[in-house]
């Protein structure tokens, strides 16, 4: 993002009039800028001066500096010009000059900022430059929604956990409207602890069971991560479901959803899905009617998951309530701006041979090309043991609406057929694929760059990445290792949430730029808003 040329004029001796305005697209506003400020001063033995910023009659903001390079004193927007500021010479005399570098905040965003300089009579303006302070864009950031991450990995003592998740908290501005989203081990959830912290913080807090989350420098097995959503213009709903069961999957679905979208000001813009995992219901099946029942509305999430063999205690969770069976939805109604971004598989672990799908009935495939699966599978080499040695098969399938392919996995190979991640229409064209550990941290790397790139070009308040639990298995026995990559190249750029899903939910765009939501095996998903 680029400035306008600053306009400097001295308005009299001491005063000298700044404006700033931006070029930035009209949904963004000005909220923290830096400002690099030299004065010269003509008598530098006079002690220590000091520079005050205020503002223009016609701008309501007020500005509060930050990590100034000049000491700060208790009064809100002066600033003290310290003799150690002042550069000598190669002689070794002062030089009557003085940078001062500051990070500013604007307490109420504007597209505009107009400041006066108020400088004692020694002091004048020689030169102001915007934005230099900084190495990265600091103002391009959407006001209407920020974002706050807290965590912990105190599992042995979950009253700590408690005390240190609100002891972040404790000087963290929240506004009007406010709602947490949560990934943790399962031992925080019967424990009550996300009960507690709902109790203690008086938001709603949805998510569920995952094996592993992360936030900006922190992440692993046992971590509780909360990412509190806060905004003074954007509104939430939360909601639980009832109970979801094979033959009893719509109308727990519709009444969940019909009970969120009329709590809201206005239509969804977002909904976060957090589902369950079960043997006897798809999650595709779960998604599919909830995109009915919304008309397509951008829908991302994940399913439970958890640590234990056999996804046993992959819980889903309203504030002290939670279930295997139930879903949760947080519903969001505003200018949000998602953008989605999905890698599934290295592309040189992608086989070159496209297959069609002659015979399937849902989520079964009964035959490949004419042939049966296994068949099939056989003639690519892929099968070359007994089936009940193979856990999945990944593969690529084209829905032929201007997508990119989708990764599923195929599970339960027999001769009857395979059973698949996803609904697979006849007719489909599917491309089988490997994944492996050189797959995983690759198709890491690229989301994650993916969405540092869209930051940079579009502004970003936070990430939140779904990637599929299947990939630190893949990792083992390093399997924090993709935790560790997304960490080290989030860095501290913008608030970062990390939390493993049993199944991964997240919009694909069409040759129109449309959003088409989809359910996802294996792949790095994540969220820019």
């Given at each position: 993002?680029?400035?306008?040329?600053?306009l400097?004029?001295?308005?009299?001796?001491?005063?000298?009039?700044c404006?700033?305005?931006?070029?930035?697209?009209?949904?963004?506003?000005?909220r923290?800028?830096?400002?690099?400020?030299?004065?010269?001063?003509?008598?530098?033995?006079?002690?220590?001066?000091?520079?005050?910023?205020?503002?223009?009659?016609?701008?309501?903001?007020?500005?509060?500096?930050?990590?100034s390079?000049?000491?700060?004193?208790?009064?809100?927007?002066?600033?003290?010009?310290?003799?150690?500021?002042?550069?000598?010479?190669?002689?070794?005399?002062?030089?009557?000059?003085?940078?001062?570098?500051?990070?500013i905040?604007?307490?109420?965003p504007?597209?505009?900022?107009?400041?006066?300089?108020?400088?004692?009579?020694?002091?004048?303006?020689?030169?102001?430059?915007?934005?230099?302070?900084?190495?990265?864009?600091?103002?391009?950031?959407?006001?209407?929604?920020?974002?706050?991450?807290?965590?912990t990995?105190?599992?042995?003592?979950?009253?700590?956990a408690?005390?240190?998740i609100?002891?972040?908290?404790?000087?963290?501005?929240?506004?009007?409207?406010?709602?947490?989203?949560?990934?943790?081990?399962s031992?925080?959830?019967?424990?009550?602890?996300?009960?507690?912290?709902?109790?203690a913080?008086?938001?709603?807090?949805?998510?569920?069971?995952?094996?592993?989350?992360?936030?900006?420098?922190?992440?692993?097995?046992?971590?509780?991560?909360l990412?509190?959503?806060?905004?003074?213009?954007?509104?939430f709903?939360?909601?639980?479901?009832?109970?979801?069961?094979k033959?009893?999957?719509?109308?727990?679905i519709?009444?969940a959803?019909?009970?969120?979208?009329?709590?809201?000001?206005?239509?969804?813009?977002?909904?976060f899905?957090?589902?369950?995992?079960?043997s006897?219901?798809?999650?595709?099946?779960?998604?599919?009617?909830?995109?009915?029942v919304?008309?397509?509305?951008?829908?991302?999430?994940?399913?439970?998951?958890?640590?234990?063999?056999?996804?046993?205690?992959?819980?889903?969770?309203?504030?002290?309530?939670?279930?295997?069976?139930?879903?949760?939805?947080?519903?969001?109604?505003?200018?949000?701006?998602?953008?989605?971004?999905?890698?599934?598989?290295?592309?040189?672990?992608?086989?070159?041979?496209?297959?069609?799908?002659t015979?399937?009935?849902?989520?079964?495939?009964?035959?490949i090309?004419?042939?049966?699966?296994?068949?099939?599978?056989?003639?690519?080499?892929?099968?070359?043991?007994?089936?009940?040695t193979?856990?999945?098969?990944?593969?690529?399938?084209?829905?032929?609406?201007?997508?990119?392919?989708?990764?599923?996995?195929?599970?339960?190979i027999?001769?009857?057929?395979?059973?698949?991640?996803?609904?697979?229409?006849?007719?489909?064209?599917?491309?089988?694929?490997?994944?492996?550990?050189?797959?995983?941290?690759?198709?890491?790397?690229?989301?994650?760059?993916?969405?540092?790139?869209?930051?940079?070009?579009?502004?970003?308040?936070?990430?939140?990445?779904?990637?599929?639990?299947?990939?630190?298995?893949?990792?083992s026995?390093?399997?924090?290792?993709?935790?560790?990559?997304?960490?080290?190249?989030?860095?501290?750029?913008?608030?970062?949430?990390?939390?493993?899903?049993?199944?991964?939910?997240?919009?694909?765009?069409?040759?129109?730029?449309?959003?088409?939501?989809?359910?996802?095996?294996?792949?790095?998903?994540?969220?820019?808003?």
């Amino acid at each position: 993002m680029k400035t306008s040329r600053t306009l400097l004029t001295e308005k009299s001796v001491s005063h000298w009039y700044c404006q700033w305005e931006t070029n930035l697209p009209s949904r963004f506003q000005i909220r923290r800028f830096a400002l690099t400020l030299e004065i010269q001063d003509s008598n530098p033995f006079s002690g220590s001066q000091n520079v005050c910023f205020l503002n223009s009659k016609h701008q309501k903001s007020t500005f509060r500096i930050e990590n100034s390079s000049a000491k700060r004193n208790s009064k809100i927007g002066r600033v003290w010009v310290p003799r150690r500021t002042y550069l000598r010479t190669l002689t070794g005399w002062l030089m009557p000059t003085a940078r001062i570098d500051l990070h500013i905040n604007v307490d109420t965003p504007a597209k505009r900022c107009r400041l006066f300089l108020l400088l004692t009579k020694h002091f004048s303006v020689r030169r102001i430059a915007f934005g230099s302070a900084m190495r990265r864009v600091i103002y391009s950031v959407d006001p209407m929604l920020s974002v706050i991450n807290v965590c912990t990995n105190s599992i042995d003592d979950l009253d700590t956990a408690k005390e240190e998740i609100l002891t972040q908290l404790k000087d963290k501005k929240l506004l009007k409207n406010s709602v947490g989203l949560a990934g943790c081990h399962s031992d925080y959830i019967e424990e009550g602890v996300i009960g507690a912290l709902h109790e203690a913080l008086g938001f709603d807090i949805i998510g569920c069971g995952a094996f592993g989350t992360a936030t900006n420098g922190h992440g692993g097995l046992e971590q509780l991560t909360l990412t509190i959503l806060t905004s003074d213009d954007v509104t939430f709903a939360t909601v639980l479901s009832d109970t979801i069961a094979k033959g009893a999957v719509d109308a727990p679905i519709e009444k969940a959803y019909l009970a969120g979208k009329n709590s809201l000001d206005s239509d969804p813009a977002l909904i976060f899905m957090f589902g369950p995992i079960m043997s006897d219901v798809i999650g595709d099946q779960m998604l599919g009617k909830l995109n009915r029942v919304c008309g397509g509305v951008p829908i991302f999430g994940t399913l439970a998951n958890d640590t234990s063999s056999g996804y046993t205690k992959s819980y889903v969770f309203k504030n002290g309530d939670s279930d295997l069976r139930k879903m949760a939805l947080l519903m969001m109604s505003g200018n949000i701006n998602p953008r989605f971004h999905v890698t599934a598989i290295a592309s040189r672990n992608i086989q070159q041979n496209n297959a069609i799908v002659t015979g399937a009935d849902g989520y079964l495939v009964t035959s490949i090309n004419d042939m049966s699966v296994v068949d099939y599978l056989n003639s690519l080499g892929i099968i070359t043991s007994e089936l009940s040695t193979i856990t999945m098969v990944p593969f690529l399938v084209d829905f032929g609406d201007g997508t990119d392919p989708v990764a599923y996995s195929m599970y339960e190979i027999s001769e009857a057929g395979a059973h698949c991640g996803g609904a697979i229409p006849k007719g489909a064209k599917i491309t089988f694929a490997e994944v492996d550990v050189n797959s995983v941290m690759e198709t890491a790397e690229t989301t994650i760059k993916a969405a540092l790139d869209d930051m940079k070009k579009n502004g970003a308040n936070g990430i939140i990445a779904i990637p599929c639990v299947s990939r630190p298995l893949i990792l083992s026995p390093t399997v924090e290792l993709e935790i560790h990559k997304s960490l080290e190249l989030i860095g501290d750029q913008v608030p970062f949430m990390l939390i493993y899903s049993g199944g991964e939910i997240c919009p694909l765009y069409n040759q129109q730029h449309g959003i088409v939501n989809r359910f996802h095996n294996l792949t790095y998903t994540l969220v820019v808003f």
